[in-house]
């Protein structure tokens, strides 16, 4: 039914033809199709000998006042479709003895003809509707022939109800103290040698390439940037200390090792906020201090709700406040690329800098495109498939090498603006312990603590788990379970431990984790009511990917000279590209470009067929509110307000609750749907 919806809505519709006889059909809609380029002129005659042939052979009357006369041949090699109404109705020797007045003339290569079988079956479902008959006999354009199939699916295939919400195994644990623990490493433990074996491919070789620079970037301009606005206390040196450890150890012991912790944007901001409260105070010399006793609160109340399975909670979280985090997330990757960008133009003021500014732009803009294109590759008709999926995988790698190669080429140390990590070691400060000095912070301000750690838990709680569950999303087709109250008491650990040492909390970074996935996916192309795109079939889920990642990121402590020889223009073209391959896919992101689409050519999929335009509009509005209202909350001067972000992204759970007072339950359930129903090829392909 997609492929009839798809043509007739690109115009291939031919209303009132003044033809009597099969031949004179078939030669009026070959030349239509040669008119309108869907056919070339060289073909014209071979089409159609072979569908007088095929008519003489075996007629395609199949009744119901309908014809299908179909032609295929290796030589076609985009399938097509002619809609025909005839201006008489013409006996041509139908069973049913219903005189045929509606044609649907089919073409393509011998590979098409198992599809033809689903889209005769659409076509015999549809004649076979009377009150069919009647519109598209008296509808006086290409739209009405579209209403009145789309009628007729609204009234037969349309009528199932949707999908219950299921809750997953990892969120059904019963209310008892650690049985959610218990279940996760139940459900994990079986897996734990297979998830060494399974990391043994190419894919995990590319994975391992991409993503460490992937995480190496947001590891140094995260920690360049706290560094700044916290007098050295917490800069890169520790932000990357964090991530090696911090990521290796969650990788051997977390349940599920494809999620990558990392420093993120909410994080970075709290820890900000935090100084800037010290210096009010007059404790800025103890703030490490008082962050450590906020960590060791936040890591003890984190551990608390895993062992209280509080994160049963997520079952109330649905696809509304999963795509609006990850909106979030991906656009603060894509704003922090920008901006560097654009301060690197705001800051020149001679010949030298504008020069660095533009080779910048030409960088960033030249790794994205780089990496974009070899990513589309795995689709392309062109080398072979081996070469399709090896340029694919290694795609940002290369771009990234390209990127430095042009960089020096054309640029030298006055125009490069690099990694820049000479001067980390100058910018913090040293301390002669190790540990921080937990003793000197005032015994009020240790419990005060309390406090912000609430709302760091909170932050902390939502990052992990939200991403945790975009990472195990159906869509992503991963067989090895959930593990919410494990991972969530492993953070937990961790935050207490970079809290006795002074560098900053990770968690599960939503962007870096979504890009370790689809690294490690196979994915094969199909074709539906959005056309062609991507789907995953298989993960190779693995820890040996995340543990080398990391032991990678800490052999740059090493050799940290090496790395200012990377251009920080080119690391922003991957925060483009992860940014932008983020919000691929999202639905909310689909929904948002129907604003400016003709609604005539919406995708056809499992909610543009069920629900109203205007209830599709409304509830993306929704959404597009809440994203708005939570990126001013990060971008806010007024710290107050930006400390309480965990607070607002909670929130949207009662505003979800809320709006759905205002939706028909049936049409809500398909928008918010966790995934699509299963029976949605059967309709619609």
Not at 339 to 365: E, R
Not at 398 to 410: E, F, H
Not at 421 to 426: A, L, Q, S, Y
Not at 506 to 523: D, G, I, K, P, Q
């Amino acid at each position: 039914m997609n492929f009839l919806f798809r043509s007739i809505a690109e115009g291939s519709c031919l209303l009132n033809v003044d033809a009597s006889t099969m031949e004179e059909i078939i030669e009026a809609a070959v030349q239509f199709l040669v008119q309108t380029g869907r056919l070339p002129e060289s073909q014209q005659s071979m089409v159609t000998a072979g569908l007088k042939e095929r008519e003489k052979s075996v007629p395609t009357v199949i009744g119901h006042a309908c014809a299908v006369p179909h032609f295929y041949d290796d030589a076609i090699t985009e399938p097509a479709m002619v809609f025909i109404r005839l201006k008489h109705a013409s006996n041509m020797g139908a069973l049913d003895g219903v005189p045929t007045r509606y044609i649907f003339l089919l073409i393509g290569s011998n590979e098409q003809t198992a599809s033809h079988l689903d889209t005769l079956s659409s076509i015999a479902r549809l004649m076979s509707d009377n009150v069919v008959h009647f519109e598209m006999m008296y509808g006086d354009s290409q739209q009405d022939m579209l209403d009145a199939m789309e009628r007729h699916v609204n009234r037969n295939v349309l009528a199932a109800p949707p999908k219950a919400r299921e809750v997953t195994e990892g969120l059904k644990t019963d209310p008892k103290l650690f049985a959610g623990l218990m279940s996760d490493i139940k459900r994990r433990v079986p897996h734990y040698v297979n998830d060494f074996r399974d990391g043994l491919t190419a894919k995990t070789v590319a994975s391992i390439f991409f993503m460490f620079f992937a995480c190496l970037a947001p590891a140094v301009t995260f920690g360049g940037a706290m560094g700044l606005e916290t007098g050295g206390l917490i800069g890169a040196e520790q932000m990357l200390k964090a991530t090696v450890v911090c990521g290796l150890v969650y990788a051997l012991l977390a349940g599920q090792p494809l999620i990558i912790l990392g420093g993120i944007g909410p994080l970075l901001i709290f820890t900000i906020i935090l100084y800037q409260l010290c210096i009010k105070m007059d404790q800025a010399e103890n703030f490490l201090g008082i962050y450590g006793w906020v960590g060791i609160w936040t890591g003890l109340f984190t551990l608390i709700l895993a062992i209280t399975n509080a994160s049963n909670l997520m079952r109330y979280f649905t696809r509304f406040t999963d795509e609006i985090f990850s909106a979030l997330m991906s656009l603060i990757f894509i704003y922090k690329a920008v901006d560097f960008l654009v301060i690197g133009f705001q800051d020149s003021n001679d010949a030298t800098s504008y020069i660095g500014a533009l080779l910048a732009l030409i960088l960033a803009i030249g790794t994205f495109y780089i990496a974009m294109t070899l990513a589309r590759l795995r689709s392309s008709k062109y080398l072979f498939p081996w070469m399709r999926e090896f340029l694919a995988d290694f795609g940002p790698s290369i771009a990234l090498v390209c990127m430095i190669g042009v960089a020096w080429w054309l640029g030298d140390e006055s125009t490069l603006k690099t990694l820049g990590f000479g001067n980390v070691e100058e910018s913090s400060v040293e301390s002669s312990s190790w540990f921080v000095d937990f003793g000197a912070v005032p015994l009020w301000i240790r419990f005060a603590a309390i406090g912000p750690a609430l709302l760091a838990t909170v932050l902390i709680f939502l990052s992990q788990n939200i991403t945790a569950r975009l990472v195990n999303s159906p869509e992503n087709r991963l067989t090895k379970g959930e593990s919410y109250h494990l991972d969530l008491a492993v953070i937990g650990l961790l935050v207490g431990v970079c809290s006795l040492f002074g560098w900053p909390w990770m968690v599960a970074a939503t962007v870096r984790s979504l890009a370790h996935v689809r690294s490690l996916a196979w994915s094969e192309e199909m074709v539906d009511g959005n056309g062609q795109h991507s789907e995953i079939v298989h993960v190779a889920e693995n820890r040996i990917s995340a543990i080398v990642i990391h032991v990678l990121i800490g052999g740059t402590l090493l050799v940290l000279p090496l790395l200012q020889y990377v251009p920080m223009a080119a690391l922003y073209g991957i925060f483009l590209y992860m940014g932008f391959v983020s919000l691929k896919g999202v639905q909310f992101i689909e929904r948002l470009s129907f604003w400016l689409m003709d609604s005539s050519l919406y995708p056809i999929n499992h909610y543009t067929r069920r629900v109203p335009t205007k209830s599709i509009h409304l509830f993306t509005l929704c959404q597009f509110i809440c994203l708005v209202i939570l990126c001013i909350i990060n971008l806010y001067p007024y710290e107050p307000v930006r400390i309480l972000f965990p607070v607002f992204i909670a929130l949207l759970v009662p505003v979800r609750f809320i709006i759905g007072r205002f939706f028909n339950a049936d049409h809500l359930a398909f928008l918010d749907a966790d995934e699509a129903p299963e029976d949605e090829g059967l309709h619609w392909v």
